[in-house]
Structure formats: structure tokens, C-alpha cells
């Protein structure tokens, strides 16, 4: 550095004072909102908008604060006001990112037939769930190809895995619930979900021991854990910003994936150099199969497709992540708000014994649940399906983004989304729509069942009347999803969980109101809402008392 340099250094250094340093740093921070508003993309004047009805940089600002606390109203006011007069409207959006086109029902069909290319769940995803930072790198994020190992293999190897989850199910909740048949003992509802799903999901996911380790399930649920927080953050700094703050705050994420892969990466060494055995015809590996887990299913796919990428050890132990972040709090969330639902029905109503003699008319005498047995479950099933109805957790959930360059034209409503636009669908307006839901307001478990039940009783002669009360009745089960429906998603993109997701369900509901007496709660302590997501009420409690003879 010559003399000159180091005394212009000098001289900016000496100049530098803490109410400089926080002034110019303010400044930073506003011209990096200014520029992430102004590249942003701009929807068309014709489709009108909620929140503070300006399109200009103080309405963005006011309306990102207001998103916080009034998201959910703009939601199910725009819904009445516009998505039923078949109009979309526009949802204000957190700060650092584009706002939602919110689309009427009627074009719920016409999102759904946009193929990938032009109207991106991936991209959307990644952007909301800041995917290059939060699941540890950018290369990872160029595909979602754990999305994909899961849409391939999950459905078809399902009613195989059932004996096993069953089993992981009835060992957790002995564990978590306990054996005392004589006190009643009062559990932390949202503890006791979390502490019961991540080990099942990950009976699936790495299978045993690995689903029972401590560790293991503790850097999992921290990590999710982390990646919701990382994105609300992440949310409130510019865009421009990311690439330094996304990287800080993900050291987090690291370290647990750090802790987690200890256990998993033997795991998936040794299943690579099995299957490699497999296929190379080795004498000794005659009669092995690979246990069906997600992590022979990532294996599998990746070796279909010759993919060197994904064949790396380290790389499959991250693709596990964005599966857990999927699976343990979406379960959790559904399980808690669904005990919620049931346990503040009026006990007059007899619901909770409803659907325990359910349980007990198709409980196997002997040995497992079937697939069979589980699908008989026609209560059980309709009453997470209302559950999920009701209690929605989050008010559109379902996100697409538009990528391609010359961006997306609606025919019906004449207008045409610029390239980067969120699109949503209006979940908490139809989940609560009365004109599709009668008596919408309030949890009515077995709105879905009495319809299947009764499709059940009619006689050969009376369904070959009426077909279309089968089509309806099928059309109701709790991993149907439609437009009316959508807590799966809906489309090719659709949860791929949900049908691992309904088993899981129905076996802990079966072992919770087998074996246990649990009291019913007077009033459903109400979750709050915070931007496009509930914060679940974290404190409720039940008490149960374990079922003399079920120990
Ligand atoms: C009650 C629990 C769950 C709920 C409510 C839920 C809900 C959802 C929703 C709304 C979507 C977005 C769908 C769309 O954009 O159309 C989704 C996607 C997904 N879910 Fe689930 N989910 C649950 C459990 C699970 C579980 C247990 C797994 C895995 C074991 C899983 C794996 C996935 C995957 C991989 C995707 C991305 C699919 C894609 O982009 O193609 N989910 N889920």
C-alpha cells in the first residue's frame, strides 16, 4: 500500500464514529429495501388489492408490517369480496418479498395445468423457505430431488411399512404417555405430539435404531425448528442482504446436520455398498432386500437416473432435511389441533367412544393393522379430515411461482403475471366457506363419514341408480384433495406424505383412545396467527390415565 492509500485509510478511519457506523449502516438498510422493492415484480393495475390499497414503496412498507398481525383478515376478506365473485386479488407479502396473487376457486384447475416450467413449486418453495441456506447449499437446491424420490417410491411401498410403524407408534406412545393405570397424569399436548412424531416419521424416513436415537431426533426437530425461524428472519432483511445474513444465521443448521449425520452416514454407506452388491449379482447377497426407507429410495433414484451428484454419501444425508422439515411439524401442528377438536366436542355427543368402537369393530384379532383395516377407519378418517378443515394452520400454504421469462396469462381473467409473481389459492376462505360447508364454523367429525357410511349401506341396485353419490363419497377421504380441500395441497405437487401421513394418524389415535381414558377440555384453547401461520397454544394439557388391562 503506498503512503498516499494509507493515509486516505487514516483519515476515513478517524472520520468514523458509532453514530456514523449506525447511520450508514440504516442507510444501507434502506436503500437495500428501496432496490428489493423496486425489482420485485409488478402485477397488473387491473387485479385489485388488499392491505393499504397503494402500490408504492410506503404502502409496501406499511402494508409488511401490517402483514404480521392482519394477513389472515385480508385473507378471508378478499375471499368474500373478490374470490367469490370469481376475481383474484392481491395479498400483501412480508417485506423482502414478492405479494401473493391470490386466485379465485374457479381457477384452481387452470394453477394446477401451468406446467413446471411456467408456474414453479420448487422455485416457490426455495424462495419462501430461503432452501439455499436453510438445506445447505446452492447446488443442492438447483432440484428437489428429495420431493421426487418420495412422489416415486412412498405410495407404492406403503402398506409394507405399516407393521413397523405400527410397532414404533405403540413403543412411543407407551413411552411418552406412560403405563400408570391408577393417577391421572397431565401432559403438555404439543410436548407429547413432538415427542411421538419425529420418531414414527423417521421409522419411515432412516428407519430403526436410528428413529429411537435421542440425539439423532433432537438435531432433527432443532433443525426444523431452525429453518422456521431462519425464513421469518430472513424475511425481514433485503434480498440483497441474504447472502451474508442466510449464511450466519444457517451455522445453526450445520451443526445440527453435523450431529445428525454421525448417525446416519454409516447408514448410508453401508446401503450403498449393499445395493451396489445387489445389482452386481454377489452370491452372498441372494436373499437381500433393501429395507424401504426414504434413504433406499434416494439411493435407488439416483442410481436409475446415474446420478454422480446424488450418489454421494454427504449429499443423501441433506436430503434427508427438507423431508424432516416437511413431515414433523405439519404432523405435529395436525395431531395437536386435532385433539383440541375432538377433546372440546360436547360430551353428550359420545364422539371420543364414537370412534374408539370403530377402532375395536376393525382392530385385528391377531398381529398388525392392514392397509385394509386402516382405510375401514371411516370416522377416524373424517375426523382429521374436519380437523384439517377447521384448524387450518395456515391460510393459503399452497405457493407457486411464475418462471417463465414472458410470464403467465389467465384467459379467463384477461390478465397476464409478470415473470417472478407468487400465485396462492384462498385456503382459509374455502375451508371455511358455509355455502360449501354448511355450518362451517364449527368441527363436525363426522361430516365426511356419515356420507361414505351411508354409500356403504346402499344396496347394488340403489348404486347403480345413483353413481355419483360414490364418486361424491369417495371423493372424501382425508388424502382426497380438491379445490374445495386443501390441506395437502392439491396438483402434481400435492403433499406425497399424506398417505403415510393418514396411516400414521389413525395408528396413534387407535393406541391414544385404546389405551387410555383422557378427559374432555371445556373450551378449545385458540392457536394465534402470526403473518400466513398459526403459533400453536403451546401450554394446552390433557389429562389421561392409562386403560386398566392395556399396560
Ligand atoms: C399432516 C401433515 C402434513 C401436511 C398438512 C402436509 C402438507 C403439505 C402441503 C400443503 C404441501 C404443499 C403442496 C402443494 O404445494 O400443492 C406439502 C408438500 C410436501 N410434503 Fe407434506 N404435509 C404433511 C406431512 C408430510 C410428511 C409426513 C411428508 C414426508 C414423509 C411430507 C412430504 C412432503 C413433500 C416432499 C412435499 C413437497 C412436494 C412437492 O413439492 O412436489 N409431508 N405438504
Given at each position: 500500500m503506498t503512503q498516499q492509500t494509507l493515509s486516505v485509510v487514516g483519515a476515513v478511519l478517524d472520520s468514523l464514529t458509532w453514530t456514523r457506523v449506525v447511520g450508514y449502516g440504516?442507510?444501507?438498510?434502506?436503500?437495500?429495501?428501496?432496490?428489493?422493492?423496486?425489482?420485485?415484480?409488478?402485477?397488473?393495475?387491473?387485479?385489485?388489492?388488499?392491505?393499504?390499497?397503494?402500490?408504492?414503496?410506503?404502502?409496501?412498507?406499511?402494508?409488511?408490517?401490517?402483514?404480521?398481525?392482519?394477513?389472515?383478515?385480508?385473507?378471508?376478506?378478499?375471499?368474500?369480496?373478490?374470490?367469490?365473485?370469481?376475481?383474484?386479488?392481491?395479498?400483501?407479502?412480508?417485506?423482502?418479498r414478492p405479494d401473493d396473487v391470490v386466485l379465485p376457486r374457479s381457477q384452481i384447475a387452470w394453477m394446477m395445468d401451468q406446467p413446471d416450467a411456467v408456474l414453479s413449486a420448487d422455485h416457490a418453495h426455495s424462495h419462501i423457505l430461503h432452501s439455499p441456506y436453510n438445506f445447505l447449499g446452492h447446488d443442492l437446491n438447483r432440484e428437489a430431488f428429495a420431493s421426487r424420490a418420495m412422489h416415486k417410491y412412498l405410495a407404492r411401498h406403503l402398506s409394507g411399512l405399516i407393521p413397523g410403524v405400527e410397532d414404533e407408534v405403540n413403543a412411543a406412545v407407551d413411552d411418552v404417555m406412560g403405563t400408570?393405570?391408577?393417577?391421572?397424569?397431565?401432559?403438555?399436548?404439543?410436548?407429547?405430539?413432538?415427542?411421538?412424531?419425529?420418531?414414527?416419521?423417521?421409522?419411515?424416513?432412516?428407519?430403526?435404531?436410528?428413529?429411537?436415537?435421542?440425539?439423532f431426533l433432537k438435531s432433527m426437530v432443532k433443525f426444523v425448528d431452525d429453518v422456521i425461524?431462519?425464513?421469518?428472519?430472513?424475511?425481514?432483511?433485503?434480498?440483497?442482504?441474504?447472502?451474508?445474513?442466510?449464511?450466519l444465521l444457517a451455522i445453526s443448521n450445520w451443526l445440527h446436520w453435523r450431529a445428525a449425520s454421525r448417525f446416519v452416514l454409516p447408514v448410508i454407506k453401508q446401503r450403498m455398498h449393499d445395493m451396489e452388491q445387489k445389482e452386481l449379482g454377489n452370491p452372498e447377497y441372494k436373499d437381500w432386500t433393501p429395507p424401504e426407507d426414504f434413504i433406499t429410495w434416494d439411493i435407488r433414484l439416483a442410481r436409475l437416473e446415474r446420478n454422480s451428484f446424488e450418489l454421494n454419501p454427504a449429499v443423501i444425508s441433506k436430503r434427508i432435511l427438507p423431508i424432516e422439515f416437511a413431515a414433523i411439524h405439519t404432523t405435529t401442528l395436525t395431531g395437536q389441533s386435532l385433539m383440541l377438536d375432538l377433546l372440546t366436542t360436547r360430551p353428550e355427543d359420545g364422539v371420543l367412544d364414537a370412534l374408539r368402537d370403530e377402532i375395536n369393530a376393525h382392530k385385528p384379532a391377531a398381529g398388525h393393522w392392514t392397509k385394509i383395516g386402516l382405510t375401514s377407519l371411516l370416522r377416524v378418517d373424517s375426523s382429521i379430515r374436519e380437523s384439517q378443515r377447521l384448524s387450518n394452520f395456515a391460510s393459503t400454504l399452497v405457493e407457486r411461482q411464475v418462471i417463465a421469462r414472458e410470464g403467465l396469462h389467465n384467459p379467463t381473467l384477461s390478465w397476464t403475471l409478470?415473470?417472478?409473481?407468487?400465485?396462492?389459492?384462498?385456503?382459509?376462505?374455502?375451508?371455511?366457506?358455509?355455502?360449501?360447508?354448511?355450518?362451517?364454523?364449527a368441527y363436525d367429525p363426522f361430516r365426511?363419514?356419515?356420507?361414505?357410511?351411508?354409500?356403504?349401506?346402499?344396496?347394488?341396485?340403489?348404486?347403480?341408480?345413483?353413481?355419483?353419490?360414490?364418486?361424491k363419497a369417495r371423493g372424501l377421504g382425508m388424502v382426497t384433495t380438491s379445490d374445495r380441500h386443501l390441506a395437502f395441497g392439491h396438483g402434481r405437487h400435492a403433499c406425497p406424505g399424506r398417505f403415510f401421513v393418514a396411516h400414521e394418524l389413525k395408528l396413534i389415535m387407535a393406541a391414544i383412545l385404546t389405551k387410555y381414558d383422557i378427559k374432555m377440555i371445556d373450551q378449545r384453547p385458540q392457536p394465534q396467527w402470526f403473518g400466513a401461520t398459526i403459533i400453536p397454544p403451546l401450554d394446552a394439557c390433557v389429562e389421561i390415565r392409562r386403560k386398566p388391562g392395556t399396560a
Open positions: 440504516f442507510l444501507l438498510l434502506v436503500a437495500s429495501f428501496i432496490f428489493d422493492t423496486a425489482s420485485q415484480p409488478r402485477y397488473p393495475k387491473e387485479i385489485p388489492w388488499m392491505g393499504d390499497g397503494g402500490r408504492g414503496l410506503l404502502a409496501k412498507v406499511r402494508n409488511s408490517i401490517s402483514y404480521f398481525t392482519l394477513h389472515r383478515t385480508w385473507i378471508q376478506e378478499g375471499y368474500y369480496k373478490y374470490g367469490k365473485q370469481d376475481v383474484a386479488f392481491v395479498n400483501p407479502a412480508s417485506i423482502s400408570d393405570t391408577e393417577n391421572w397424569t397431565k401432559l403438555n399436548l404439543w410436548e407429547m405430539w413432538l415427542a411421538i412424531v419425529p420418531r414414527v416419521t423417521n421409522r419411515l424416513l432412516v428407519g430403526e435404531p436410528i428413529c429411537r436415537e435421542e440425539l425461524r431462519n425464513s421469518f428472519l430472513l424475511t425481514m432483511f433485503p434480498f440483497v442482504l441474504h447472502p451474508i445474513v442466510g449464511r409478470p415473470y417472478g409473481a407468487f400465485v396462492t389459492v384462498n385456503l382459509e376462505g374455502t375451508h371455511h366457506d358455509d355455502e360449501l360447508y354448511p355450518g362451517g364454523q365426511y363419514s356419515r356420507v361414505r357410511e351411508a354409500w356403504e349401506l346402499k344396496s347394488e341396485d340403489e348404486r347403480q341408480k345413483n353413481p355419483e353419490d360414490g364418486t
